[in-house]
């Protein structure tokens, strides 16, 4: 993966996949400048430039959530899954340390995934999901994008698509 200068802490796929540039995919807020959607995250080329703030998030740990990093975009946000009979989407809600709206995650570093629990409490008990980028890219401008899956952790058959590196 080709060295980047975005500044820590940022949360991407471990693997480049597709990407042309090598810069691999991060975590983004859907828009650009004024069109930013707090509505929506999804996997975007990793921006190689040190003003990026709409590509920083931060893993916490002691409360199993992704939150915006501190002076970003996101600041003041956390990770909330919102999910159907098939799909789910990833977009951002108001941040409340003790809020069940948040998703809980639960980063398993040895392994590299992004287990998402739906109860809103890591147990490490039911069917693990995983978060993991959607298998194909498309354009965004000169870039590329992805969507971010929730899957069986089990049955992602290609595992450089559940493997992330948590940058901090």
Known sequence: VAALSIEAPYIRIRDNLDEPAGYGYCMDIVGFGESLNLDLIQLHSCKPDATVTDQQF???????????????????????????????????????????????????????????????????????????????????GPWLKRRMVLQSCARVRVTTLKIWDIIA
């Open 58 to 140: 931060v893993y916490d740990a002691s409360t199993n959530r992704i939150t915006g990093a501190s002076g970003s975009d996101a600041d003041g946000f956390c990770m909330v899954a919102l999910c159907d009979e098939t799909n789910c989407e990833f977009k951002l809600d108001a941040y409340d340390a003790a809020s069940v709206q948040c998703a809980a995650i639960e980063y398993a570093s040895a392994m590299g995934e992004l287990r998402y629990y739906p109860s809103g409490v890591v147990d490490g008990r039911g069917v693990r999901k995983c978060i993991a980028a959607e298998r194909s890219s498309e354009p965004a």
